[in-house]
């Protein structure tokens, strides 16, 4: 077939097909493909354009199609699922109008940088963006380029690891168009390698320092070099504010790999410049500025400075008011002065050499403003010009010379020297090249004095470092000169070497895959290239012509036409018009040059008389300018770049060497290279270097020429595409097999093209099975050893097949689903019929049933009601008729019961009447016999009173009594003799208690004698004691006080004793009496009666008095009881002094002396306490007096031990009253003291109880009580108390400090976390223990200080010691916080992604590991290690073990919040970076995954860390939410009110719609965009995961009681001691 090429073309055009057409203004627009003829070879294509509502027609041939293989064609849209991809590369139609829409696409939704394969494109956005954090450098910091979204970063990092891990030198080239933002970018690249190793150590150390803020000297200084560098070369342009008017290459040197993580750090730079553009300092076009500098020292040098220098503004000079333009908005000059004169103190530049620098900057201002006049067609200038006077005087140069040389010219033959004069403009022109001559050398000095100081660190070739280019891109302006010529063979050059870079690199992947392949040949340039420098090419033309005397452009021009104006040369030609031009074809446009001026700039010289007069400068400084040598080539120890710069040079420092003779060279005049060969010179080195390294490319677009946020302006990216060789690495790709894949991507995308059957699990089977099926022609694809290669176009059709297959099985789910519905939906119709059917009949039956039913119910009722009536009646007769017969049946009745009535009535009476007349004949009858009865009785009676009156005279019976009383006088006298007894026993106790009370009074005089001897002894002492002397007396005094209290007390007992002695007399006499009475009382016998009542009367008297008696008694002891408390508390009160536990616990044995007066009651002995007292006091004061009061030998314990000792004697006698007295204690307390200095204490406790301690695991079974856990807290703590009661403040400070120092070293080792738990809880048991004791210390201090200050300062010192151990101990348990949760976070950082982000858990919502973009070619990363289980497993277990460690509650939950905070933020913002991975199944199994967290923080009661992850579930919900209308929009704002617009745009920006998602509109996109500018203060795109907040230490709880617990595993011999002796 003929044309089969092209019918297989135009087979993808069907209808709906869109495709590109050319447009003027926005470069190409999209048509849809309404119609599509194919009449006969004819072929016709209408498309209509939605933009211009109007239709376009493509008409041709086949034929003519066949021939140009379908080039002409429209090209096409890709599929709608690679909109906006981050890759170029990816697009399955590779072509320009894809390319920029595209971009132009991502640009909208701010994405700035897309990769182009290799190249990194980045369009200015003109506006600050948060994308250059030193967040989102840790994020790109250690990443794969094709895991995170594109970014220079990437590219850095790309260039910094291979540097370390291939050992290769790198560069980065970074070209565009001015104002593209190429400075922008190298600048954020330079900060990228001066922060990332302290990012990754930080990720890495321990060390707590905050990642940006401490890059080191050199990398201060290489990042110094940028405002310097910027302020002498860049000015403010119309096309940019901040242009930089040269090309740098700086090279940034690092030091070799170290350390387990390849660490390396910045040793030094190296700064190679380029073509500077000079004729700038004499000319500015309109709104153009002169450089930077000039402003800055007008605006901001201080006011003495300036009158020095004769600066006044910038509109009085020359050089700087011809732009008219003196600012730039936005700039502060000032503030500018002040970073440039910082920049150069950061590089080492002295105050002094700046304020030479800035003198010579002055001068080249006062030169510009000498006024050069015409006299007569020759040059003056007047002799008191006073910019020639100030310029002179600041370089120190002769005025006259100079003057005279500016305006003559001197010409040198063979034989003599002839001045002439020269015309008003030669004049100007000398003038000004002698200021652009000083202002090159000047710039170059810098880069000198620059590449000194950065040359640091002994830097060696074998050091590797990363050069950044930064140069102007290709340049086409409607006049060109030689600049322009320069710098567009630069880039013909650079362009080269990338074609070659990327050709070669595709080459390289077609090996490796072991393909087929011929490649087809590519624009090569080098044909271009060997036209401008190859032998006789231009610049030699150029140089000849330059050295020739009268070389003109004229000449030069001809030359070229001549040489190069050959149908041959298809790089070159003549234009049609004109004799002034000429035209090279560069890759990227077709440039016309104008050859004016070509010479003069290449020449660019000064003249030998000028530099004489120059040289000859009184001011050292600006000789030492213009003079600068070439550095000698130091080999060993310059790097690349400044070895090339020494051998080539900088282009004016050559200039300056060669213009005068070299004294080391034989003075010889060598011949001055020109501008073009140095520059080509230099070019051909920086290649060189360039072709020894690693090259990545960044491409900078200036997406308008107004510098305005977020415009496009299609034609111009498009025209930068093309020059930046973009477009051409397409070409070349396109040339070959573009789109790739491995087969397994390939075979799960495409698997639906092929029958089921056909489905193997090989992908390589099925992905052939698959392109053998569907692509007939076998050259478009190529299978390789892992991918599968396609031609261009090959995958878009591949995807409409695809997409084609869903759509018919969707048709086909579709047709089923909706017959499924419809059935359905007839069954229900039906069902309803019938049930309507039912429902009428069932009421029609129901309607005759009643009437029926109501029938049988009328007749019913009329038949009862017939009965009722007849009843009725029938009733009525009936009851008529009884009432009849019942009357007359009563009227008979009633005549009966009258009669018997009557019968009744007379019976009655008759019964009354008889009963009484029987009544009255009784009666009379009983009274007659009881007369009788009575008479015969009272005659009996009489006779028996006259026997017993006879009787009753007789005198026997008075006996009887008397006989009775007399017995009752014995027992009356033996009552008496009884009571004497106990008077007399009575008398025997008053002698006794006086025998008592004269031995009292003994006992006082001894003990007064004692206290005065006291006082005597105390009197001796020395002055010090002198208070101690007055207390004692005030002792004295109260005890004297006490006497006499006594004595007064005695006295009334002796009252009473004499009282109770007359009582007793008064009793006796009576007792005597009443004997007497007794013994009269026989004869008395007659008085007894009497008798009887006085014994009786006297018997009470003796109770009574007996009575009296106990009661007097019992009233002394009342009263002496009164007396003794009196005393007691006199001498609690008194000895509370020394006994501050003692108030009234007094147990000491009873003395017994009052005992025998008192009985049983245990008083203590006033003396005997006294004795105590005083013991204790001297104990105290005075230890030396122990022998005195204890009545002991003195014992023989060392006098500064007994005096260390003293205070534990002290602290015991404090607790109970029982004195000290025992020697074998002191000994022991002795022992303990030792126990306690040895140091083999101390190493124990470090050795045992830190360094070598089995720390208990925490385990299910068996739950170690607190006790096991804090032992090795509680048994320092018992240490740390026995030293302290034992006086030995120092020696716990210092072993604590030990012990602290013990436990750092063990817990930062970060063995396991048992160990940093056990001791971070154990740390905090101590900080209580410690502080329990800090508080008993000052109780006890203060009560001591009440006591009286004598042990104040020793009591401070040991507060100050505890209060030492505390701090370091707050200290040491903060460490051990940071330290672990740093180690934590480590170990969380590998886990967090994997499992909060990447991990998977819900089986129905699984998308491929690339996010399901089918883009991602052969890149499928690997699947995640760690899922949410383990994640919270490691959670679970950290809490386990804290749990188990009985840690501090609030410290747990800090502990947990905080990682959970970490989580948070680390996968909030890894998802913000990660490209292709935003999709809704994504969302799904992220909140899955979070609220798997948020379940067990409430579980684990630490629901408030769930705040922490509201920003992931936030963004985890965006994902899942509808994103088509602006009211989805607005409720996604609503939703996720936590993330700022920033944030939520960027998510946004993100999201790919994976299969029959719709992807979001740009609209939608547009409308975020804008809330995002409206809130732009919250402008940070990732959330800040340094800022942790501060430990928040618990309070120490007070522990009551310090555990003496030692496990019985431990072999403790001396902590054992120690807790015994406590
Ligand atoms: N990444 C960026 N983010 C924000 N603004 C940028 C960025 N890149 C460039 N710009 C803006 O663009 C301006 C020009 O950038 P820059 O000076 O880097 O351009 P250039 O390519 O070096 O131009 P020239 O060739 O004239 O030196 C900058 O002053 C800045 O305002
Ligand atoms: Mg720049």
Redesign the pocket.
């Known amino acids: 077939m003929a044309t089969a090429t092209a019918s297989k073309a135009l087979e993808v055009y069907t209808k709906g097909t869109e495709a590109w057409f050319p447009d003027e203004t926005e470069g190409w627009l999209m048509g849809k493909l309404t119609t599509k003829t194919i009449d006969g070879d004819k072929v016709k294509l209408v498309f209509h354009i939605d933009s211009l509502r109007k239709d376009v027609t493509f008409e041709s041939t086949l034929t003519k199609l066949e021939a140009n293989k379908a080039a002409d064609l429209p090209p096409l849209q890709n599929p709608p699922a690679l909109d906006g991809i981050d890759d170029l590369a990816m697009l399955s139609y590779l072509h320009e109008p894809a390319v920029l829409h595209n971009i132009r696409l991502r640009y909208a939704q701010e994405n700035i940088y897309t990769y182009s394969g290799i190249v990194l494109i980045a369009m ?6 948060a994308l250059y954090g030193t967040d989102i450098m840790r994020e790109y910091s250690g990443k794969r380029r094709d895991e995170l979204e594109p970014h220079l970063f990437a590219v850095a990092e790309e260039a910094y690891r291979s540097m370390i891990q291939e050992g290769k030198n790198q560069s980065i080239i970074v070209s ?1 168009e ?8 190298a600048r954020y690249i330079m900060r990228y390698f001066a922060t990332v190793d302290n990012l990754t150590k930080n990720t890495r150390n321990t060390e707590t320092t905050s990642s940006s803020g401490n890059i080191s000297e050199i990398e201060q200084a290489v990042l110094a070099t940028n405002p310097i560098m910027e302020s002498f070369g ?1 000015s403010k ?1 119309t ?6 008017r040269f090309g740098k290459y700086m090279e940034i040197f690092f030091s070799k790999p170290s350390g387990p993580s390849n660490s390396v750090r910045i040793t030094g730079a190296a700064i190679r410049t380029y073509l500077l553009e000079r004729s700038r300092l004499i000319f500015q076009p309109p709104t153009e500025r002169n450089y930077h500098i000039f402003y800055q020292l007008c605006a901001g040098a201080p006011a003495a400075e300036k009158k020095e220098l004769g600066l006044t503004s910038w509109e009085s000079f020359f050089y700087l008011n011809q732009g008219g333009t003196g600012t730039v908005p936005g700039v502060d000059d000032a503030a500018e002065f002040i970073d440039t004169t910082k920049g150069l103190s950061d590089i080492g530049v002295a105050l002094a050499t700046q304020w030479s620098i800035f003198k010579i900057c002055a001068a080249l201002l006062h030169i510009g403003n000498i006024k050069i006049t015409a006299r007569r067609d020759e040059a003056d200038i007047a002799d008191d010009d006073e910019a020639l006077v100030l310029a002179c005087t600041l370089l120190g140069i002769d005025k006259r010379e100079f003057k005279k040389w500016i305006v003559k010219k001197q010409i040198i033959t063979r034989s003599e020297k002839i001045v002439t004069a020269l015309n008003q403009y030669a004049a100007t022109v000398g003038r000004d090249s002698v200021a652009k001559f000083i202002y090159s050398m000047l710039f170059d000095w810098l880069v000198k004095v620059i590449n000194q100081n950065l040359a640091r660190e002994g830097m060696s070739t074998t050091q590797k470092f990363i050069g950044v280019l ?1 140069i ?1 891109g290709f340049e086409h302006f409607k006049k060109n000169s030689f600049e322009q010529f320069c710098i567009n063979y630069a880039n013909e050059k650079l362009q080269q070497e990338f074609n070659a870079h990327v050709f070669k690199l595709e080459q390289e992947e077609y090996v490796a895959e072991k393909i087929n392949w011929s490649f087809i040949d590519f624009n090569d340039n080098q044909p271009c290239i060997d036209l401008i420098e190859g032998k006789l090419g231009i610049l030699d033309l150029l140089d000849e012509e330059s050295r020739l005397p009268s070389g003109a452009d004229g000449t030069l021009i001809t030359k070229l036409y001549q040489r190069f104006g050959v149908p041959t040369q298809k790089f070159f030609e003549k234009p049609r018009f004109g004799q002034s031009a000429f035209t090279i074809k560069h890759y990227a446009n077709d440039v016309t040059y104008d050859i004016e001026g070509f010479i003069e700039k290449n020449k660019d010289t000064v003249s030998d008389e000028q530099m004489a007069v120059l040289n000859a400068s009184e001011f050292e400084f600006l000789k030492e300018v213009i003079k600068i040598e070439p550095e000698p080539v130091k080999a060993e120890v310059t790097p690349v770049g400044i070895q090339i710069e020494s051998q080539v040079g900088f282009s004016a420092n050559i200039d300056a060497l060669d213009m005068q003779p070299r004294p080391g060279r034989g003075g010889a005049v060598a011949k001055k290279p020109t501008l073009g060969t140095i520059f080509k010179a230099s070019l051909v080195k920086l290649m060189e270097t360039i072709r020894q390294t690693e090259v990545h490319y960044i491409r ?1 677009i200036k997406p308008n020429s107004a510098k305005v946020a977020f415009e496009f302006e299609p034609q111009m990216v498009l025209q930068q595409l093309r020059a930046c060789g973009v477009l051409e690495t397409i070409r070349i790709s396109c040339a070959g097999y573009p789109s790739r894949s491995t087969y397994a991507d390939f075979a799960d995308r495409y698997y639906l093209l092929v029958p089921s059957k056909e489905w193997k699990p090989d992908a390589r089977v099925l992905t052939q099975s698959i392109v053998g099926k569907v692509i007939s022609d076998e050259d478009k694809y190529q299978m390789g050893l892992t991918k599968v290669f396609f031609r261009a176009g090959q995958l878009a059709f591949l995807e409409k097949l695809r997409t084609e297959r869903q759509r018919e099985c969707v048709i086909l789910i579709q047709k089923n689903i909706r017959r499924a519905v419809y059935q359905k939906r007839y069954n229900r119709m039906r069902d309803a019929s019938i049930r309507i059917q039912t429902a009428a009949r069932t009421y029609q039956a129901q309607k005759l049933y009643r009437h029926k039913r109501e029938t049988r119910a009328a007749i019913k009722i009329q038949r009862n009601v017939r009965m009722w009536l007849s009843r009725k009646r029938y009733e009525k007769i009936r009851n008529a008729v009884v009432r009849i017969q019942s009357h007359i049946r009563m009227l008979k009745a009633q005549a009966l019961a009258k009669e018997i009535r009557e019968r009744n009535a007379a019976t009655r009476i008759q019964k009354i009447w008889r009963g009484y007349v029987v009544r009255k004949w009784y009666k009379q009858t009983s009274r007659r016999m009881v007369l009788i009865q009575t008479c015969v009785r009272r005659r009996k009676a009489a006779k028996a009173y006259k026997l017993l009156k006879a009787e009753a005279r007789s005198v026997g019976k008075l006996k009887e009594t008397n006989f009775k009383l007399e017995s009752k006088v014995v027992e009356l006298s033996q009552a008496l003799k009884d009571s004497k007894e106990e008077s007399a026993k009575l008398g025997e106790k008053v002698t006794s208690l006086e025998a008592q009370v004269a031995q009292w009074k003994e006992k006082f005089s001894k003990v007064d004698s004692a206290s005065k001897a006291a006082t005597a002894d105390a009197s001796h002492g020395s002055a010090e004691l002198k208070k101690e002397l007055h207390d004692l007396q005030a002792v004295k005094d109260s005890l004297t006080k006490e006497n006499e209290k006594s004595l007064a007390m005695l006295k009334k007992r002796d009252d009473a004793v004499a009282r109770l002695e007359a009582e007793l007399a008064a009793a006796r006499e009576e007792a005597a009496k009443l004997k007497e009475e007794v013994q009269k009382a026989p004869k008395v016998v007659q008085q007894t009666v009497e008798d009887t009542a006085t014994v009786n009367a006297l018997k009470k008297e003796v109770s009574n008095l007996r009575e009296q008696l106990s009661r007097a008694l019992a009233g002394k002891y009342r009263s002496d009881r009164v007396a003794d408390a009196a005393i007691a508390e006199s001498r609690t009160s008194i000895s509370s002094d020394y006994h501050p536990y003692q108030n009234g616990i007094i147990t000491s044995p009873s003395s017994g002396y009052l005992n025998g007066y008192m009985g049983e009651r245990p008083i203590p002995s006033m003396s005997t306490q006294i004795e105590m007292d005083m013991a204790a006091h001297a104990a105290k004061n005075k230890p030396r007096r122990h022998s005195y009061v204890e009545g002991a030998p003195a014992s023989p314990v060392d006098r500064a031990v007994s005096h260390r000792k003293s205070r534990a004697n002290i602290a015991i006698d404090t607790r109970a009253p029982i004195p000290i007295h025992d020697e074998g204690q002191v000994l022991e307390t002795e022992r303990s003291v030792r126990v306690l200095e040895d140091k083999a204490l101390e190493d124990e406790i470090i050795d045992a109880l830190v360094t070598n301690l089995r720390i208990p695991l925490p385990s299910t079974q068996t739950v170690a009580t607190r006790k096991e856990i804090f032992f090795p807290a509680h048994l320092i703590g018992t240490t740390m108390n026995q030293l302290i009661n034992h006086d030995l403040s120092g020696r716990m400070q210092s072993l604590m400090s030990n012990v602290m120092k013990a436990i750092q070293n063990l817990t930062m080792k970060f063995e396991d976390d048992y160990v940093s738990a056990f001791w971070l809880s154990n740390c905090y048991e101590l900080l209580c223990v410690v502080k329990s004791t800090q508080e008993k210390e000052a109780r006890e201090a203060g009560r001591r200080r009440i006591q009286g200050g004598r042990r104040g300062s020793d009591t401070s010192e040991t507060e100050r010691a505890l209060e030492k151990v505390r701090t370091d101990l707050d200290y040491l348990l903060i460490e051990i916080y940071h330290g672990w949760i740093k180690e934590l976070k480590k170990r969380l950082a590998n886990m967090i992604v994997p499992a909060v982000i990447e991990n998977q858990s819900l089986p129905g919502y699984i998308c491929k590991q690339s996010g399901g973009l089918w883009g991602k070619w052969g890149k499928s990363s690997a699947s995640s290690q760690f899922t949410i289980e383990q994640l919270l497993n490691f959670l679970s277990k950290l809490s386990k073990t804290m749990r188990c460690y009985y840690m501090e509650d609030s410290m747990t939950r800090q502990i947990l919040t905080e990682l959970l905070r970490v989580i948070g933020v680390s996968a909030f913002n890894h998802l913000l970076m990660r490209k292709n991975f935003c999709t809704w199944k994504r969302g799904v199994q992220i909140q899955y995954n979070v609220s798997r967290l948020e379940e067990w923080c409430t579980s684990h009661g630490i629901a408030e860390a769930t705040l922490h992850l509201q920003q992931l579930l936030q963004a985890a919900k965006l994902l899942t939410l509808n994103k088509t209308s602006p009211q989805d929009i607005e409720t996604i704002f609503d939703v996720c009110f936590l993330l700022n617009p920033t944030q939520i745009k960027k998510l946004l920006s993100l999201y790919y719609a994976a299969d029959f998602d719709s992807p979001l509109s740009p609209e939608l996109l547009k409308i975020v965009a804008s809330r995002a500018v409206l809130n732009e203060k919250s402008d940070v795109l990732l959330l800040d995961l340094e800022q942790a907040p501060d430990f928040a230490k618990p309070n120490p709880h007070t522990v009551d009681q310090i555990e003496r617990f030692v496990p019985a595993w431990m072999n403790l011999p001396h902590i054992s001691a120690v807790v015994a002796a406590s």
């Open positions: 200015n956005p003109f506006q600050r963006l565009g001015s104002g593209a933002g190429k400075t922008q970018s860049n342009t096309r940019n504010d901040n242009s930089s930064d102007y900078c």
